[in-house]
């Protein structure tokens, strides 16, 4: 199962943190297709969250169509996200290897292209 | 905010109090629904303790009105369904702990025994030891299972993580939001440390010298308002007055709070959603302009 990890100093969303770990989770393979999420009171006796945030973050996962609640037995994963275009040998990451080649050999640092990489994310997303 | 009071926990309209050296609180009107986890914040003096005290029905209200669970706290003493846990935790030190859960019993129809004695147990404390040999955080645990004891409805605690050290905070908070999952226990929680509610609360009522200065759900809150960074302009940052929640400027660079939209249309600004910590301490700042623009920047240190 899933052990959810809260950074109460990262500016995110608490549910949004929820959220994208478990994507993340989804994305890799932790967690397929079936699996348990934990439930709400799981997760607060774990991390000592309001409990309302986490029924927030699975309506959010649900609503996406990545899980399910099944009354009185909890909420269970629909489809995995783990996808072709992610994977090692996918066109769009080869691409995205040469592009930071360059930019190494251009000379930027690690973090030049983190905040590159980030503002162009958030003009696309 | 809705009008409706059906679905209040608490509710205060018009509420004031005013002690002989002023008012302590005043024209406050505020609601916060049922099954909410809200976080009560404000700097010292500003009216926290107060309006718990008036909730309990420990003081009575110089004007206005509150209602706890749509009653009126009266001659009958505080509602049945409310457990308060003040800041100093007051139980009789010479009281055995178990002789303090006893008195729980008796005291309080609806009490849960066998509840209140997991919590103490799952906090480690030994039923026999006397209240008065307990450390901070264990008494903490042993007064928070007497207000959980009763199985209350609404839940407030004043102050409940001051003088606890980090384990123990962790615990409190999980033992009050596991009741919150099971029950849907509404909370109204004071703190000074805004970390600490980070993640807690999704419901905010922010005071600041006897007033409410910002009410309402964490996440609407976080959506109406944006955090603009900007470089210093020395024309000034141009938004609309009535906007601007704070502005602050360190050498060339300019940090704006804005509300309702005031950043639409504004260019050349870098825009964030603020977190609940930004929020408050923003609100905060602007509410007390006696203070000079230095130390004003250090506290966000």
């Not at chain 2, 019993?105 to 509840?115: C, I, M, R, S």
């Amino acid at each position: 199962m899933i052990e959810f990890r809260i950074d109460r100093r990262s500016g995110v969303a608490t549910y949004l943190q929820l959220v994208q770990q478990t994507k993340h989770a989804l994305r890799l393979g932790l967690l397929m297709p079936g699996d348990r999420l934990p439930t709400a009171k799981e997760v607060v006796a774990a991390t000592a969250i309001n409990p309302n945030t986490v029924l927030k973050a699975y309506r959010e996962l649900e609503r996406e169509g990545l899980v399910e609640p099944r009354p009185g037995l909890g909420t269970f994963v629909r489809r995995s996200l783990a996808r072709p275009g992610a994977a090692e040998d996918a066109p769009l990451r080869s691409r995205l290897d040469g592009w930071m080649a360059e930019a190494r050999a251009a000379g930027l640092e690690r973090e030049d292209v983190e905040a590159l990489f980030k503002a162009v994310l958030d003009t696309h997303y | 905010m809705t009008t409706t009071t059906r679905d209040a926990a608490l509710e205060a309209v018009g509420l004031g109090k005013r002690y002989r050296r002023g008012w302590a609180l005043r024209d406050c009107t505020f609601e916060l629904p049922t099954g909410r986890v809200s976080a009560l914040v404000g700097p010292n003096g500003a009216g926290k303790s107060t309006l718990m005290a008036l909730s309990t029905g420990l003081l009575r209200p110089t004007s206005g009105v509150i209602r706890v669970l749509g009653k009126e706290p009266g001659g009958g003493g505080t509602h049945q369904e409310l457990a308060f846990l003040a800041q100093d935790k007051p139980l009789y030190r010479r009281f055995t702990v178990d002789e303090v859960l006893r008195a729980g019993q008796a005291l309080n129809p609806g009490w849960d025994h066998a509840y209140a004695h997991r919590l103490v147990r799952e906090a480690g404390v030994n039923l026999d030891a006397r209240v008065g040999t307990l450390s901070g955080g264990q008494r903490t645990r042993v007064a928070l299972a007497v207000a959980l004891g009763r199985r209350p409805q609404l839940l407030m605690l004043d102050e409940p993580l001051a003088d606890l050290d980090p384990l123990a905070r962790e615990e409190v908070m999980q033992t009050v939001m596991a009741e919150v999952a099971e029950t849907g226990m509404t909370v109204l929680l004071s703190s000074h440390v805004l970390a600490d509610m980070e993640g807690v609360c999704d419901h905010l009522i922010l005071l600041a010298a006897g007033r409410v200065h910002l009410v309402g759900d964490v996440e609407d809150l976080i959506a109406d308002h944006r955090l603009m960074i900007g470089p210093r302009r020395p024309a000034g940052h141009g938004l609309r007055p009535e906007s601007v929640v704070e502005a602050r400027a360190t050498g060339r660079q300019e940090t704006v709070l804005v509300r309702d939209g005031g950043w639409h249309g504004a260019t050349g600004w870098e825009l964030h959603e603020p977190t609940l910590e930004e929020l408050a301490m923003a609100y905060l700042r602007s509410a007390s302009p006696q203070r000079p623009a230095r130390t004003r920047q250090e506290t966000v240190a």
